[in-house]
Structure formats: C-alpha cells, structure tokens
C-alpha cells in the first residue's frame, strides 16, 4: 500500500523518535488491533479492551473505522502520531473521545503508560463506517 501525503510528511519527520519506534510504526501500517483484547464483536461493532500498567505499551495500530474510547482508569500516557510528534496527555476516568474517518482516512499511533498506576480504556469501533474493518488476528479475540 503506498504512502499518502500526511504519511509521507510524516517519516519525513520522524528523525526525532528512536529508530526502533520508527521502524515499528513502518511495519505497522495494516495493524487494525486497535485495542489488547477483543472482548465482544458482532455485525455492528467490535468492543476492544486496553490495560497497561506502568511502562507498558500498545504498538502502531491504524484506526479507520468511525469509533470512541473510553478512559476507565485515569492516568497519564505518551503517544507517537502519524505526524511525526510525540503527544503525552493525562486521561480522567469516564473521559471520553468520538472520531469519524471519511472514505481514505486514518490515523495511525502507538500508546504507552508513563503515569504510576494501571490504565484502562474502552474502545468502540463501528463496523458500518465508511472505511472496510481491518483484519484482525483471531489471537486478540476472547475465547
């Protein structure tokens, strides 16, 4: 799959992450496992679980379903973006996000817990958006 323009401003600007993040986010493009654990899914959604304690991380994954999450814990985290920054950000519980991707769209980014307690978010993925659901790897699936 080639690169779009936002994709290839951002390698352009990834000369400030470590080389290992920026050879993942490079392998990553395709990964639709927008949360740890898929914890239901039918015709309509998938309900993704993420727990990270202290230090621990998600890898790249490319949102392109319309969807929204849910921070159940609060706590603080680091996010490399497709743009080439880095974000860090402190989440209160019950905060909550909705994004909505037209047909092409996406956003790919990792998420690692830089704060001293456990964090826990709820992500919701509709099905019926504008963009074909990624595969996912039936590892991540409950049961």
Not at 16 to 39: H, I, K, Y
Not at 52 to 73: C, M, N, Q, S
Not at 130 to 138: A, E, F, M, T, V
């Amino acid at each position: 799959m080639a690169l779009s323009m936002k994709e290839k401003d951002a390698v352009r600007s990834e000369a400030a992450w470590p080389q290992w993040v920026t050879d993942e986010f490079r392998t990553s493009q395709q990964n639709g496992c927008v949360g740890m654990r898929l914890l239901s899914e039918n015709d309509r959604v998938r309900v993704w679980e993420i727990r990270l304690k202290p230090g621990e991380r998600i890898g790249f994954h490319r949102h392109v379903l319309d969807y929204f999450w849910t921070a159940i814990t609060p706590g603080r985290a680091r996010s490399h973006q497709q743009d080439g920054s880095t974000v860090e950000t402190d989440y209160y519980a019950g905060e909550t996000r909705h994004e909505t991707y037209g047909p092409g769209e996406s956003k790919i980014h990792d998420l690692e817990n830089i704060g001293n307690a456990e964090l826990i978010f709820t992500t919701v993925e509709f099905l019926r958006s504008s963009n074909k659901p990624l595969p996912i790897p039936d590892k991540v699936r409950m049961g």
